[in-house]
């Protein structure tokens, strides 16, 4: 994660110090983002920074555009960041009313908003998998 946001600095000519300080009011959390250990807020922060998905900061994906790849949750689908397009696709369980209604909620949201959603969802499942 942290050569990802490291090379993404180089790129836009800035240095991770410099990203830091813009990001979190201070260098201090330089050490623990070497370590990788960015706090979600931040993370989120520098997504935006660079218009890159967090999925693409964790490695998820090598895709750079804003594409949050939900596969855990609903197999291999995608919903677009940039275009606003949502795809919810027939491996997501509920009814065909339910994913029409997810659609509509979400292509209300900004990437930023979609991105901090996928986030807490991905947390509600890390916690209730059996």
Sequence with gaps: MFERIKTLCLENGLTVTELCKQV???SGNLPTWKKGNINPVSLVKIADYFHVSVDYLLGRTENTNNIIRTGDITGDNNIAGNSGDITI???MS???ETTKEISSILSKLTP???TELMMII???AD???V
Excluded: I, V, W
Aim: aromatic share 12%.
């Design 24 to 26: 979190t009011g201070s």
């Design 89 to 91: 696709g027939a491996k």
């Design 94 to 96: 509920g009814t065909e």
């Design 112 to 114: 930023r908003q979609r």
């Design 122 to 124: 991905y947390q509600f």
């Design 127 to 129: 916690e209730h998998t």
